[in-house]
């Protein structure tokens, strides 16, 4: 499962036309827009098939450009494909401003491949605002920014607040540690019937990914780097404490269920039949079990990654092409900060009360990537307009400022492939040796990491 695509289909199904950089904050001038005519290309744009979220964006091509007659955009469909990525950026084919995820800024920054905003920038000063992990993302190492992101996701604890009262559970105390997610396990599957108190992906590179999610909520790490050079880093105490927790919920207390080899959809189908107790997830995946799978929001939770040492995030954002123009900067935060929606604090009240009226979620804790005074109006709006009961998602909110962010390492499908193996046999072999299993899997992911340039 490629995770990035999910944390740009959340922006995308959460909110509609999703909002690209933070307009000014209430007090704030507007941005001076350029003095003469500037053109530039944008991306972004959904495909003709889809129908009403086509014609909102051209809509507001119109609608901006009336406001802002002196810039002309031209939008290109699509966001980012990686397929194509780097062939169109060798080629100087991509759009002025462009979308990326938030894997792919620090290599881009690094070659010099896109362009310095930060004199820009000081015209929008609702900047500020955005929490300080993220913008880190965008940042170079002296201090200089190369773009702005848009959303955001970060893992915590799904839980099924009706087995929790069930099982003498408090639901507004999800665990806190892996200890106690142990032994908030054991309770759950002790209500029998087929429950099962934890679960946890090993197939199809899901196992790799919340190998590392949960060495990230221990402190470890899964890849570092060595001077020029990456390095695997699980091969360690804190990686034979993830995979042997694992082990003993599977083996010695039965708490994982009979059926493993599970990945992305299982989990979710099976807290929406009210079998399954928690597992690691994200704020995304409540719609899907609500609206796919026909549960109710009132039955689940989100708290904080247990360890609560770092937490796997990700999400997206806007960046420059190199070379652009200070003219076509300004133009472009101009048209981010414009295009409404979730990252203009001032306009988040009103896109809460449309997103509402069309049935879609309000309340949920994820995208918001707002500090201080920014972050007051999102929990305000969020408050007034909430169509589910936000207050499940309270205990992942409360870690939301002190849980550290990281990110995926570098070619990490590669590295979730290997790592998969290692879940596996955790789950499927009583027998498993932990320790080789750490020891093979290092071997391969240093020869993946060999070819990171």
Known sequence: MNRRLLGKSLALALVAGTTMLGAACAGDKEPETPSGPVSITVNGMPPATDAVNRANFEADVKAFEAKYPNIKITAKEGFMDPQTFATKLAGGQLEDVFYVYLTDPAALIAK???????AQLADFPSIKDVKPDLMKVFTGSDGKIFGVPVANYSLGLVYNRTLFTKAGLDPTSPPKTWEEVREAAKKITALGNGTVGYGDYSKNNTGGWHFTAEMYSVGGDVAVKDGDTWKAAFNNDKGKQVLQQLKDMRWTDKTMGQRQLLEWADLLQMM???????????????????????AKYEDFGLGGIPGGQGTLGGGDGYMFKAGLSPEKIKAGLTWLSFKGGALDPDRIAADNEKAAAKGQPVGLPQP???????????????KKHANIPSENFGPFLATATTIPLKLEPPLAQQIYAVLDTAMQKVLTDENADIAKLLSDAEKQVNQILSTVK
């Open 112 to 118: 010099r491949q896109v362009q310095d905003i930060s």
């Open 272 to 294: 929406a039949s009210g079998k399954l107790g928690m597992y690691i997830g994200s704020a995304d995946n409540f719609p899907v079990i609500v609206n796919q799978y026909k």
């Open 368 to 382: 918001n990537i707002w500090t201080g005074a920014s972050l007051a109006k999102w929990e305000e709006a969020t």
